[in-house]
């Protein structure tokens, strides 16, 4: 069955500072993946996805993520941080019909 | 591109009252519909999702029901409410391969 591990469900970094949000993943078939970024009282967003392309997947915001089939990683990283970053961000995994959701990250800037 | 539609975008309502939360889709034919729930502090929790008119997938057993009258129409249901109802309800629209967009939310108080 498929899963996801997200470590750490606060991460605080100060503006223009790295961002790297940790996302892990079980699949016994050739996954897809995607990370989703969630704003207060909104839904989610598609933040990028990979589909078995290219295993550096670009985003939007600046957000870009690397598949690592060895290390069974997704991890989604932004260069620079801005206080506008500041959100939930879910990693999910495909299953038959449906995606499976990590329990989510809360980032936090700080000027 | 897809767009999904969701109200009431609140509701407040007794214990032991109905529940009717409607989600509808534009752009898109014979999608996948899915009702998630984000209780305060937890992550996404998949409650039902379908593949087609009529088709209803159920996740968690619970007071809560699903159904799909129309192509792009899935309505989230429940004959009295509980306490532990509350929380934000999420319906998404799935695409192939896999990815998933999210309407606005409904923010369900039981009280």
């Known amino acids: 069955a498929q899963s996801v591990t997200q470590l750490g469900s606060h991460v605080s970094v100060s503006e223009g500072a790295l961002v790297l949000l940790r996302c892990n993943y079980s699949?016994?078939?050739?996954?897809?993946l995607f990370w989703y970024v969630q704003y207060p009282n909104q839904g989610l967003q598609l933040l990028l996805k990979y589909t078995s392309a290219a295993t550096l997947v670009k985003g939007i915001n600046g957000f870009e993520a690397e598949f690592k089939k060895s290390e069974t990683s997704f991890h989604l990283t932004k260069p620079s941080a801005h206080m506008s970053d500041a959100a939930e961000y879910f990693c999910a995994v495909s299953a038959p019909d449906k995606l499976i959701f990590g329990t989510g990250t809360r980032l936090q800037v700080f000027p | 591109s897809q767009t999904i539609h969701q109200w009431p975008a609140t509701l407040v309502q007794p214990v032991g009252s109905p529940l009717s939360l409607e989600c509808t889709v534009e752009g898109t034919s014979n999608p996948n519909l899915y009702w998630y729930r984000q209780a305060a502090g937890r992550g996404l929790q998949l409650l039902f999702y379908s593949v087609g008119i009529g088709q209803i997938s159920s996740e968690v057993p619970q007071n809560l029901s699903a159904s799909r009258p129309q192509d792009r129409q899935f309505i989230l249901s429940s004959k009295k409410l509980l306490l532990s109802d509350s929380g934000f309800y999420l319906c998404?629209?799935?695409?192939?391969?896999?990815?998933?967009?999210f309407g606005p939310g409904t923010r369900l108080t039981v009280t």
């Open positions: 998404a629209c799935g695409l192939f391969p896999y990815e998933q967009y």
């Open positions: 699949s016994s078939v050739p996954p897809y």
